[in-house]
């Protein structure tokens, strides 16, 4: 018996031992990664469920039809957009797959595409992706506001030609502008010729939009239909310091009411006790703010901010903010993109010159530091 057992043991210098020892090394491994596979998948599951809450959320806070959540919904996935939640919640990403689909259904029947038009136009106002006027900066030629005199040129066998033109019209499928009559009755205006539109907005930033022509009207009077476009330059010739802060404040979002009297007559009334809410800010600078929230308002809301920098005796009373852009933090708030849309002068300049102020002093603690570290460091 003693001779038979003998037989099984496994010697630890013997190919069998070392074999033994790498088929448990195998096994383990393939347990550790079927494992990872299996936590990574739950996760992942578990985020795309989130986000699409999320989604559905936003969508029936904004009042969408079933109709208009079912087309986000197929968008989203016909483009394989990573975070459903982007196209309810951002500009950008609205537009971006939003003009694929318009210059899909150019090939359409007129009534068919008007009637998409139509239906992109009121999502769009829903979703409070349709008043321009408090932008900060364009995204796209969607937001060019109609009536503006721009320098246009257009590229006609590898030539440039130059003219001055007027936006008349900017809607879904693109924007129609103006052509003097001595050029569209001598050059070849087609579809698919490339164009560049510079203008100046508000005297503050100048744009450059590369786009084409979809669509010549001979006229008189001339017009071309401009497509849509993302893809352009910006020159800012104003920018706000900014810098990260800890500064309470106490505000409120504008009902209705206040939002219909601001937005005609950029004032409102304050009826009734009014409600604060309290934050913190987090970044500040002369054109805006923001600050995290348990909370997600609407993109678009207007809120009324009240607050004093550390060196004021006095508080800046009822700076108009609008909400720009939302964003999800790890620990499930949100960080709330606020920039300021009606701000008193004296108010902007006492913020200015508190960030620039911050600025100097951090630079100076900065130096301090090195110059204290390069004094400890030996020879």
């Not at 975070?83 to 090939?107: G, K, Q």
């Not at 950029?266 to 600050?291: D, H, P, Q, W």
């Not at 530091?369 to 390069?374: E, R, S």
């Amino acid at each position: 018996m003693g001779a038979r057992l003998k037989n099984f043991e496994i010697g630890t210098g013997s190919a069998t031992f070392i074999y033994y020892i790498l088929g448990v090394i195998l096994f383990s491994v393939i347990i550790y990664l079927i494992y990872i596979f299996i936590k990574n998948t739950f996760v992942k599951q578990s985020k795309i469920k989130k986000e699409w809450k999320k989604f559905h959320n936003v969508c029936e806070r904004k009042g969408l039809t079933s109709a208009e959540i079912t087309f986000l919904e197929e968008l989203v996935k016909k483009y394989k957009i990573i975070r459903s939640i982007y196209i309810v919640r951002h500009l950008e990403t609205f537009n971006r797959y939003i003009f694929r689909e318009v210059r899909n259904y150019r090939s359409e029947e007129i009534r068919k595409r008007e009637n998409f038009n139509t239906f992109i136009t009121n999502l769009r106002k829903k979703l409070g992706f349709a008043d321009f006027r408090f932008l900060e900066e364009l995204t796209s030629t969607r937001e060019i506001p109609e009536g503006i005199i721009i320098k246009t040129t257009v590229t006609i066998a590898n030539v440039n030609k130059n003219f001055e033109s007027k936006v008349v019209k900017v809607d879904e499928e693109g924007v129609v502008l103006t052509v003097p009559d001595p050029v569209m009755s001598k050059e070849p205006l087609s579809e698919t010729q490339q164009v560049e539109l510079n203008f100046l907005l508000e005297e503050d930033a100048e744009y450059i939009f590369n786009s084409e022509i979809y669509k010549v009207t001979p006229g008189p009077p001339g017009y071309i239909h401009i497509d849509h476009s993302r893809d352009f330059n910006r020159m800012q010739k104003r920018k706000y310091e900014r810098i990260d802060v800890e500064i309470p404040f106490k505000y409120f979002f504008l009902n209705p009411t206040q939002t219909e009297e601001f937005l005609e007559r950029r004032k409102f009334a304050l009826t009734g006790e009014i409600n604060y809410n309290t934050g913190v800010i987090k970044n500040l600078s002369g054109g805006g703010m923001y600050y995290n929230d348990d909370k997600d308002p609407d993109i678009g809301t207007l809120i009324a901010i009240s607050f004093k920098t550390h060196d004021q005796a006095e508080e800046m009373k009822n700076i108009i903010g609008r909400v720009e852009r939302i964003f999800d933090n790890d620990d499930n708030t949100f960080r709330i993109i606020i920039r300021f849309v009606k701000t008193r002068e004296p108010h902007r300049n006492q913020i200015v010159h508190y960030v620039f102020e911050r600025k100097n002093a951090l630079k100076k603690e900065k130096i301090q530091k090195l110059k204290k570290k390069k004094r400890l460091t030996p020879a």
